[in-house]
């Protein structure tokens, strides 16, 4: 006979729905170019619909800019830098403080926004997107009277007006990672938002009218790549700051070549993310699933190639495979979502079609199993094992929630493997060692190594690649050097 302590009840727990109200936004049925402190139609005439990957379906109509519309924000922006930058240093710095107030007062608005938008989770948007935006208004608003001690003392001037190309997977973050030295130094703007996800850079107009900006110092001009291939191409433009591809970066590189247009470019990246035997596994682990599950994958320093040491692969899988089993999957919106929509049609297509090569090459594909909505464009967290150097996955940026995982033995083996890209933006290191740690980020080839974190991002710290992963440093006082010029 059995008493009641031998038979438990078997509980299992799970998730309410916890979704965020959206009725509170009031976005506009239509949106115009932002010029002149004002919105206004494009000379074409041309609105394109902006859609919500969750739901495929439309959100607002926003305008392209074409030719002329460019032309005329270049006049716009030429015609205020000057004043701008003969504003004491102390006036521009308030203006930054004001934009990074209003974020900070809109940040519930702009995160369902970003959220709708882009189809990343609530939670990312809410907790890392905007308050990370608001912060690096407030950080180089800090830095507008202290130009010259982020120069090495040196004497500096603003450039004139600069070109910003911003890609989809952190909109409003990018914009102001772009915006905010900018101005600092004394510059206009014309910033460019990616053609699926203009609505939070349409709101930071509004931000900016409310912060009474003067006109011409801020304009944004949504539209495909045809109106970022213009404004690369505009004559009387100083600087290009773009953040994208690196098929694109070389196009623009190749265009200003031999101008005196000065360049900045942020890529691609298929950073690896090394874990050694002496590492605290369990928090690997959960470097891991963030290092390459936020947002989807859609991180240009994504930890994609994952580089474990023998000795501790198969106890490293296990527990990465058990953890990517309780992602939730599903509405952007729900403040319990892990993993949300694809940015669009053609996203979901080359993961796709990466993913099908990497079964045709070999690789062991571990998918987990979830429901997903009907509607929208969704991919399942994906492992693969059994992965080779040369496999398509291996080299090539997916920008998808899936990553290849490699193995190796030695120290010295795990610096080459992860060296063995044509990219270098991001690596990680999970050790207990800190000599170790070093060591190996010394002879990484990356622009940023986080030790024992993943995608951990800070206003102060700067951030750039190597190879084809770009060139230029944006953060911190790194972030201050491409937008001025040494006069003394």
Sequence with gaps: MSSSTDTRTSIVWDYAPAPESADHIRLSDRYGLFLDGEFKDPQDGRYEPTINPATEQPIAEVAWAGRQDIEAAVRSAREAQPKWAALKDLERAKYLFRIARLIQERSRELAVVETLDGGKP????????????????????????KLRYGVNAREVAPLGVVGQIVPWNFPL????WKLAPALACG?????KPAETTPLTALLLAEIAQEAELPPGVISILPGNGETGAALVRQKKINKIAFTGSTAVGRDIQAALAGSEVRLTLELGGK???????DAALDQAVEGIVNGIFFNQGHVCCAGSRLLIQ???HDEVIGKLWQRMRRLRVGDPLDKNTDVGAINSAEQLERIEVLVAAGEEEGATRRTIECEMPDRGYWFAP???TDVSPAHRIAVEEIFGP??????????????????NSRYGLAAGIWTDKGAKAFEVASALQAGVVWQNTYNHFDPTAAFGGYKESGFGR???????????????
């Excluded at 973050?173 to 102001?176: C, E, F, K, Y």
């Excluded at 510059?187 to 910033?191: G, P």
């Excluded at 990553?403 to 060296?419: C, D, P, Y």
Aim: charged residues 20%.
């Design 122 to 145: 609530l939670r990312e948007s809410r907790d890392v997107d905007i308050p990370l935006a608001a912060a690096h208004f407030f950080h180089y608003a800090g830095w507008a009277d």
């Design 173 to 176: 973050l990018m914009a102001a």
């Design 187 to 191: 510059n206009t703007a014309i910033l």
């Design 271 to 277: 950073s690896a993310n090394i874990v050694f035997e």
């Design 310 to 312: 023998e000795s501790v």
């Design 382 to 384: 994906t492992l693969f």
């Design 402 to 419: 899936v990553v290849s995982v490699l193995t190796f033995r030695t120290q010295a083996e795990a610096i080459e493997k992860a060296n």
């Design 474 to 488: 944006e953060g911190g006082p790194a972030g201050l050097r491409p937008y001025v010029r040494i006069v003394s």
